[in-house]
T-cell receptor, first 109, second 114 residues
Framework: QKEVEQDPGPLSVPEGAIVSLNCTYSNSAFQYFMWYRQYSRKGPELLMYTYSSGNKEDGRFTAQVDKSSKYISLFIRDSQPSDSATYLCAMTGRRALTFGSGTRLQVQP | DAGVTQSPTHLIKTRGQQVTLRCSPKSGHDTVSWYQQALGQGPQFIFQYYEEEERQRGNFPDRFSGHQFPNYSSELNVNALLLGDSALYLC?????????????FGPGTRLLVL
């Protein structure tokens, strides 16, 4: 069993939809949680960073962490075609990041 | 403000050869981590360098080695290349020795082993 599980998708939504992306994890030592966006053939770009449980909002993006359930989410409001990418969850308890396998998102105009 | 840079962008090697990949961290950062990303997978942690020493290592064989220079730039070396080493190699930089520091990624080097 992988330490971090992420639905690979692909997930296809119409422009303007609310998107929900999720990861579950098994390692209780994880305390820092991140979401990265990766466009095709590019490096991951940091979107959201959260410490411990709670919510964090940044523009159209909201990250949620529920440590009791070992479950994290990323919500994208008013999705745009430019949001089409692979979204990677990542987490760590120390320094090395452990990633999910990524969810491919396609936002249809 | 220059972000993380990596060179080369693409590389083709044959089995058994050796390869060196290079990374310059984001301005002001002193820590470099290397990750391997196979097609369709998330990045896997190889190792992290801080103060010119390997501070943490993932589950990769000794064929994978690295170095950090006094200017904080870093190299990843892979010996005796295998077909399975074909992947996108990502460098990430961060600041300081604390836990959970934010890591910023470069564009990666795409390695193909034939």
């Amino acid at each position: 069993q992988k330490e971090v599980e992420q639905d690979p998708g692909p997930l296809s939504v119409p422009e303007g939809a609310i998107v929900s992306l999720n990861c579950t994890y098994s390692n209780s030592a994880f305390q820092y949680f991140m979401w990265y966006r990766q466009y095709s053939r590019k490096g991951p770009e940091l979107l959201m960073y959260t410490y411990s449980s709670g919510n964090k909002e940044d523009g159209r993006f909201t990250a949620q962490v529920d440590k009791s359930s070992k479950y994290i989410s990323l919500f994208i409001r008013d999705s745009q075609p430019s949001d089409s990418a692979t979204y990677l969850c990542a987490m760590t308890g120390r320094r090395a990041l452990t990633f999910g396998s990524g969810t491919r998102l396609q936002v249809q105009p | 403000d220059a972000g993380v840079t990596q060179s080369p962008t693409h590389l083709i090697k044959t089995r058994g050869q050796q390869v060196t990949l290079r990374c310059s961290p984001k301005s002001g950062h002193d820590t470099v981590s290397w990750y391997q990303q196979a097609l369709g997978q998330g990045p896997q942690f190889i190792f992290q360098y801080y103060e010119e020493e390997e501070r943490q290592r993932g589950n990769f064989p000794d064929r994978f080695s690295g170095h950090q220079f006094p200017n904080y730039s870093s190299e990843l070396n892979v010996n005796a290349l295998l077909l399975g080493d074909s992947a996108l190699y990502l460098c990430a930089s961060s600041l300081g020795g604390s836990r959970g520091e934010t890591q910023y990624f470069g564009p990666g080097t795409r390695l193909l082993v034939l």
